[in-house]
């Protein structure tokens, strides 16, 4: 299933975005990533404080982000599989991608995220 962003609320969207050298990193957290695609090793934690990370979601169990002036972002994965939805990705705020503001909620596999990053729980970008 596609959804559209409607011409009013890209208008809307385009009015209320703000410039992203406004858009700052404060805190990040992401835990139980793993060195193959096969399983999550739960001792992995990695948390970052005022360091931007490489995507808007890093794989694994959880990814926790909050950015300046108001974004936060949550992940949470439940399954390694590439077809089936395996994870979550929900966040509100000032994209830091191209400052708009957005809420977004949407279950996800990897074979349907966009740009289709690391796969199951293979760390990096997802």
Do not use: C, E
């Not at 399954?79 to 000032?94: F, M, N, V």
């Not at 191209?98 to 990053?117: C, H, K």
Request: glycine share 10%; charged share 10%.
């Amino acid at each position: 299933m596609t959804v559209y962003t409607p011409a009013w609320l890209t208008a809307v969207q385009n009015t209320l975005s703000i410039p992203l050298t406004w858009i700052k990193p404060l805190l990040s957290i992401q835990w139980g990533w793993g060195d193959t695609a096969a399983s999550p090793i739960l001792t992995n934690l990695r948390v970052k404080l005022l360091s931007d990370t490489p995507s808007l979601y890093m794989n694994g169990i959880v990814f926790f982000g909050i950015q300046f002036p108001f974004f936060v972002n949550l992940m949470v994965r439940w399954g390694g599989q590439a077809a089936s939805p395996a994870y979550l990705q929900t966040h509100i705020g000032w994209r830091p991608v191209d400052g708009a503001p957005v809420i977004v909620f949407r279950l996800q596999s990897d074979d349907s995220a966009q740009g289709g990053l690391v796969g199951g729980w293979v760390d990096g970008p997802k």
